[in-house]
């Protein structure tokens, strides 16, 4: 899956259904190596609780200036959080991403376990100068504009 800049909920929600293949990566994933494997059965097991109705995301909302070592941080949390959430949403409203390409870099290995294992990163208030490094680098996530999203929660 490549970048997606997405304009509602409603194309969010349609992206992540209409994923392709995301059992089959699984299943290819768990046959290439052991840390794939691990990946996989991550990812099996988040998909088990999500049958089971089980639903787990996770919200990082960093704010500030990202530099390299907070960049580092988030790619830390998101391998973390990767064993038990079936979805992240990185809220980028409050932050400030001085060097896009750098975190498009270092997103790159998070974001392919997460696609790997069958679950969704989600980029919340992408700059455009964001997402053409995020699509330059092939990084395997989803954005959404910040001003999609309703300004009350009614």
Not at 46 to 64: C, V
Not at 82 to 108: C, E, H, K, Q
Not at 129 to 143: G, I, K, Q, S
Request: aromatic share 2%.
């Amino acid at each position: 899956m490549t970048t997606q800049n997405l304009t509602d909920r409603n194309e969010l929600a349609q992206a992540r259904r209409t994923r392709p293949g995301s059992r089959a990566r699984l299943a290819d994933a768990s046959a290439a190596s052991a840390s794939a494997s691990a990946s996989a059965a991550v990812g099996a097991a988040a998909s088990a609780a999500a049958e089971q109705g089980r639903w787990l995301t996770a919200i990082l909302r960093p704010a500030g200036t990202l530099d390299r070592a907070a960049l580092r941080g988030l790619s830390e949390s998101l391998a973390q959080l990767a064993t038990s959430s079936n979805m992240i949403i990185v809220d980028l409203t409050a932050a400030v991403v001085s060097n896009p390409r750098a975190f498009a870099r270092d997103l790159l290995a998070p974001a392919r376990t997460f696609e790997q294992a069958g679950q969704c990163l989600l980029l919340l208030g992408a700059s455009p100068e964001m997402t053409a490094a995020l699509d330059r680098y092939a990084v395997p996530v989803v954005t959404l504009a910040a001003d999609a999203m309703p300004l009350d929660a009614a």
